[in-house]
């Protein structure tokens, strides 16, 4: 389902999961670099952004850390959600030196890899401004970082759909070619999981109206041309919520929203990454 605009993070169980996992396979048994450094000492490190972006991830960096060096202070001069701009300084940290070194490499690659997110989403619900489209994410994340990516989504103003095949029902060609018809595929559904979100995705306006007449929540219109997209509409006269998916890139999904649908899911938010360049620079004492 789409969820309320939120920049509401994960559990602190599920971005400790996270955590856990990113030390797992980068520090294993210790990290052999840090232990020249003396014990004790103390260091200071500024974190800097170098390009335009949009900040998320905040509560995976901040683990990171503070998992390494529980009295660490990092003092954040954004939030996730903000617009950043080049050599725009992010946070302050002040903490034990090895700490903050063995921390760095996870750290940075989970705000990198949000913010980049962030910014790509961001990027997309503005190509939609003025309309009253959503921006939807899909399932197409990397594994085992589903909630973190799709809270990255959200801070860049995005919206999610389902978060995974448990919390909606996404009926498409396989199923209505195993249920024998769309009207009989919905109406399974509706007697096996009847508070869930029931969507059907159709390749032609002859599926829409079969959609349409089975009374599903949500149809999904399937690589349809911008002709028919706009037929589709016209047909649909608002009874049901339109999503279109496929063939959405930038140069695209201006004139998609424009047909007047209701939601467009892009897989590039969360498939397609870039990361943000960000530096973090270090002195000890």
Request: aromatic letters at 4%; charged letters at 20%; a negative charge.
């Amino acid at each position: 389902m789409t969820s309320v605009l939120s920049f509401t993070p994960p559990s602190s169980a599920s971005i400790a999961s996270d955590v856990e996992r990113a030390f797992a396979e980068d520090l294993g048994r210790g990290d052999a670099t840090a232990s020249l450094l003396p014990a004790a000492a103390q260091a200071t490190a500024q974190l800097t952004c170098r390009e335009d972006a949009v900040i998320a991830g905040i509560p995976w960096f901040d683990a990171c850390v503070h998992k390494l060096d529980p009295d660490a202070r990092i003092d954040w001069h954004v939030s996730d959600g903000d617009r950043i701009v080049p050599d725009m300084k992010v946070c302050d940290i002040r903490g034990n030196a090895r700490a903050v070194v063995s921390a760095e490499r996870s750290a940075l690659n989970f705000l990198q890899m949000l913010s980049g997110t962030a910014t790509i989403t961001a990027a997309f619900v503005a190509a939609v401004a003025g309309t009253n489209v959503r921006v939807l994410d899909t399932r197409k994340t990397v594994p085992g970082l589903r909630l973190a990516q799709k809270y990255a989504v959200r801070c860049g103003g995005g919206h999610n759909h389902r978060i995974g095949l448990y919390d909606a029902i996404l009926v498409k060609e396989n199923h209505i070619i195993a249920a024998g018809s769309i009207t009989a595929a919905a109406l399974a559904a509706r007697q096996l999981h009847p508070t869930l979100l029931l969507e059907v995705e159709v390749e032609n306006l002859d599926e829409l109206q079969q959609a349409l007449d089975a009374g599903v929540d949500r149809i999904m219109l399937d690589n349809f041309t911008l002709p028919l997209m706009r037929q589709a509409v016209t047909q649909t006269a608002g009874r049901i919520p339109l999503e279109i998916s496929g063939n959405v890139d930038l140069q695209t999904i201006g004139e998609y929203a424009r047909t007047g649908v209701d939601y467009i899911s892009v897989g590039a938010l969360t498939k397609n990454i870039r990361a943000i360049d960000l530096s973090l620079r270090l002195t000890i004492g």
